[in-house]
């Protein structure tokens, strides 16, 4: 039952480095989005994917890339952090796009750009 | 274009109080209507839903009805825990192809015994 898992949960990275978050979600949806969280910012959609091999920006999209290669993962990079990139990041998944499906969520992963 | 709106917090209340969390929406449509929870370190946790107009969600105690003609869809509970304490988002999600949920900026929630 582990629904939407992110990793890593903590990530401290210093500023020019790389690096990859995992989403993996096995309830077979095929909607998945990446958010991030700031205080006084709400929720802000980065990119998100309906369906395999599919991507989309949001509304910050600047500074992250995307991969939906399989269904169950959606893979968010950053090419170069940045300290500006310093956030919670949320993956959330929804079976499709019908009105009563809610949105699913992973734990966050909180990424640190030093 | 679609906008979720919710008072701004932070609310702070006694144990048992009742509460009421205010969320009006802006969207072309019949959007489907959601609050999610989110307790401290974690993710958002749905919490109740609305399809149609004049549905009730209700779960844990919380309760919020789909209003269309006022837009609204406010969250309400008869006798809040500290347990409760956490930050509430209202949220619709509208029929389109893509980028189709749209959250509100959340309003935070303290309880105190």
């Known amino acids: 039952n582990a629904g939407v898992t992110q990793t890593p949960k903590f990530r401290v990275l210093k500023t020019g480095q790389s690096m990859t978050l995992l989403c993996a979600q096995d309830m077979n949806h095929e909607y998945m989005y990446w958010y991030r969280q700031d205080p006084g910012m709400g929720l802000r959609l980065i990119h998100y994917s309906v369906g395999e091999g599919t991507t989309a920006k949001g509304e910050v999209p600047d500074g992250y890339n995307v991969s939906r290669l399989k269904k169950q993962n959606f893979l968010l990079g950053l090419e170069s952090a940045a300290p500006s990139q310093t956030s919670v990041y949320f993956c959330?998944?929804?079976?499709?796009?019908?009105?009563?499906?809610?949105?699913?969520f992973g734990d966050g992963t909180r990424l640190s750009i030093l | 274009g679609d906008s979720v709106t919710q008072m701004e917090g932070p609310v702070t209340l006694s144990e048992e109080a009742f509460l009421t969390i205010n969320c009006t929406y802006t969207a072309t449509g019949y959007p489907s209507l959601f609050w999610y929870v989110q307790y401290p370190g974690e993710g958002l946790q749905l919490l109740l839903k609305?399809?149609?107009?004049?549905d009730k969600g209700s779960n844990k105690g919380f309760e919020a009805t789909y209003r269309k003609e006022t837009t609204s869809f406010h969250l309400e509970k008869g006798s809040v825990q500290v347990s409760d304490s956490a930050v509430y988002f209202c949220?619709?999600?509208?029929?389109?192809?893509?980028?189709?949920?749209?959250f509100g900026p959340g309003t935070r929630l303290s309880v105190l015994p």
């Open positions: 609305a399809t149609k107009a004049d």
């Open positions: 959330a998944s929804s079976y499709d796009r019908a009105l009563n499906q809610p949105q699913h």
């Open positions: 949220a619709l999600k509208r029929d389109n192809y893509g980028q189709n949920f749209v």
